[in-house]
């Protein structure tokens, strides 16, 4: 939530010459999103990326964002976004913060130990982002692959399990912290093959929109 300046006593008008009181206009809030390459959104354009389409819904809903920024890379695991946070200038008055951060940890053999300590690391370091307001900071979970093309000749079940396995990890740390958690994987494991970018790995539009469309409903 944005606070005014005004000054206890004061109202948030302002009168024009002629005598009318008119609004003093509202500053858009702010969205920033933490993640890899299903943040940045590998194989869409950017207005199909999810933060970008969570924006574009709640304008429709009358709630003004502003752009989201963005810090993801394609390829990262939990370790690299935190040293992407330790080297960037992040304010800490962000109206939603969003963190999905784990498929390269699973893909790459990484520990689940790793995995959680850096995870708490990285939620602690998104609810700072937030102003400390935990309810305006949303996890959502890990993607499953698996169903994938890319996976073809994959031990899938594997894969599936270990995701599962990442995603309980997440979901018991964001839940103990009070902040939003939010159930993607099963949109992921869907067989629509409109829900896969053409790259054979990566969500469609159309599946980030539904992501867009959850997100929305909870910051709404």
């Not at 502003?66 to 976004?81: E, H, K």
């Not at 894969?159 to 396995?165: F, G, K, N, P």
């Amino acid at each position: 939530m944005l606070l005014s300046s005004c000054k206890k006593g004061e109202d948030s008008t302002a009168v024009n010459n002629s005598g009318t009181n008119n609004p003093t206009p509202t500053a858009a809030k702010k969205f920033l999103a933490l993640g890899d390459s299903y943040t940045i959104g590998q194989s869409v354009s950017e207005a199909d990326r999810f933060p970008n389409q969570t924006v574009r819904l709640l304008k429709e809903k009358g709630i003004d964002f502003s752009q989201p920024r963005i810090i993801a890379t394609t390829g990262w695991a939990t370790g690299d976004l935190l040293n992407a946070t330790n080297n960037t200038n992040i304010q800490t008055d962000y109206d939603a913060v969003t963190l999905l951060i784990g498929v390269n940890n699973q893909y790459q053999g990484r520990s689940q130990a790793e995995y959680r300590a850096e995870f708490s690391t990285l939620l602690n370091r998104a609810i700072q982002y937030a102003g400390n307001k935990v309810k305006q900071v949303y996890v959502l979970s890990i993607p499953d692959y698996s169903v994938t093309p890319f996976a073809a000749g994959s031990d899938k079940p594997r894969i599936a399990r270990e995701i599962d396995e990442f995603n309980a990890i997440n979901k018991e740390i964001a839940l103990a912290a009070g902040v939003h958690y939010i159930d993607i994987t099963s949109i992921s494991r869907e067989t629509d093959t409109a829900l896969i970018a053409f790259d054979g790995l990566h969500p469609s539009g159309k599946q980030y929109g539904r992501w867009a469309e959850m997100l929305k409903q909870i910051i709404n």
